[in-house]
């Protein structure tokens, strides 16, 4: 079992609809981030949080929207996508500053599809 | 450009046959990762390697980083067919901004 928790596990939302995806650990890790995967494909960073505040945004479209609450909640607001944005979200943590290094603790993903 | 160039990109043997899994990049790591991802899960860490020339082993896989921290191999003995699974090489670039690098992820199938 991973120690990052995902949900919902899988979500299908139309193109006008406002969905949240969640993301909750419990290790104290100060780092928390959010990829995009498509099948078979490495995964895209999207955002990275450090101690709670957003440290990197690679460019990311306005319609995702991450928000952390508190150290151990990270969300990912979605609103008005595409077809294309359909693809397996994850969710990872790690333990120090991304510019210290360490390794990423990922949770099971959420298949989000766009219909 | 692809920092990271994973290879091969698809993979399929027989159980009991043995392989390996190239990453190669003209840059320098100071670290690399490699992860195993299998269907409807998340990638996990098989294991980090930091030093040049460094050999690890996790039973039947070992893996290796090169002597100038430019690339890395995973090598399996004896697969089995709960191997299968996508393996992602990522590398950590020096410098303040310490973000992975992927490898585009070499999917292996072994069959019973």
């Known amino acids: 079992d991973t120690e990052v928790t995902q949900t919902p596990k899988h979500l299908v939302m139309g193109m006008t609809n406002k969905k949240s995806l969640k993301c909750e650990q419990h290790m104290g890790h100060r780092a928390m981030y959010w990829y995009k995967q498509k099948a078979k494909k490495p995964p895209e960073l999207m955002f990275v949080y450090s101690y709670e505040k957003l440290s990197i945004n690679e460019s990311v479209p306005s319609r995702f929207s991450p928000e952390c609450p508190n150290s151990s909640l990270l969300n990912l607001h979605l609103h008005a996508l595409q077809p294309e944005d359909s693809a397996l979200y994850l969710c990872?943590?790690?333990?120090?500053?991304?510019?210290?290094?360490?390794?990423?603790?990922f949770g099971n993903g959420t298949r989000l599809t766009v219909t | 450009t692809q920092l990271l160039e994973q290879s091969p990109q698809f993979l399929s043997i027989q159980e009991g046959e043995n392989l390996t899994v190239y990453c190669n990049s003209s840059s320098v790591f100071s670290s690399l990762q490699w992860y195993r991802q299998e269907p409807g899960e998340g990638p996990v860490l098989l294991v980090t390697v930091v030093t040049g020339g460094e050999v690890k082993k996790l039973k039947r896989l070992t893996f290796q980083f090169g002597d100038a921290r430019k690339d890395s191999s995973l090598h399996i003995t004896a697969a089995q067919p709960g191997d299968t699974g996508l393996y992602l090489c990522a590398g950590e670039k020096a410098g303040n901004n310490r973000k992975l690098i992927w490898g585009l992820g070499t999917s292996l199938a072994v069959n019973p």
């Open positions: 990872a943590s790690s333990q120090k500053d991304p510019s210290q290094g360490s390794p990423l603790h």
